[in-house]
Nanobody, 121 residues
Framework: VQLQASGGGLVQAGASLRLSCAAS????????MGWFRQAPGKERDFVAAINYSGASTSYADSVKGRFTISRDSPKNTVYLQMNSLKPEDTAVYYC???????????????WGQGTQVTVSS
């Protein structure tokens, strides 16, 4: 599985961005997908995940109510809609593939290259 993330950029606080992650390879539609982020000098943290069918999602507390993860299976693409962005959301965002139907208690096996999101105050 290869993952290509895009959609990052520089925005002001309160703005919105939508990240996309295009996946190539077999069995994409049977895998849970997720987004993580890493701020400078910090560890990579979980942001959101979606199960193989799109019926179940989970979010970090810091983004609940502001971010929405979704997937378009025919397009082999996962999205992260980010609204009401805050300066503390500034990070490199990575998409990830779990190689399992759910992300629950799983670790991703494949990672995208990351896309920078910078939120100015």
């Amino acid at each position: 599985v290869q993952l290509q993330a895009s959609g990052g950029g520089l925005v002001q606080a309160g703005a919105s961005l939508r990240l996309s992650c295009a996946a190539s390879g077999r069995n994409f539609n049977t895998y849970a997908m997720g987004w993580f982020r890493q701020a400078p000098g910090k560890e990579r943290d979980f942001v959101a995940a979606i199960n193989y069918s799109g019926a179940s999602t989970s979010y970090a507390d810091s983004v609940k109510g502001r971010f929405t993860i979704s997937r378009d299976s025919p397009k082999n693409t996962v999205y992260l809609q980010m609204n009401s962005l805050k300066p503390e959301d500034t990070a490199v965002y990575y998409c990830a593939c779990y190689v399992s139907t759910t992300a629950y208690r799983q670790m991703p096996k494949f990672w995208g290259q990351g896309t920078q999101v910078t939120v100015s105050s």
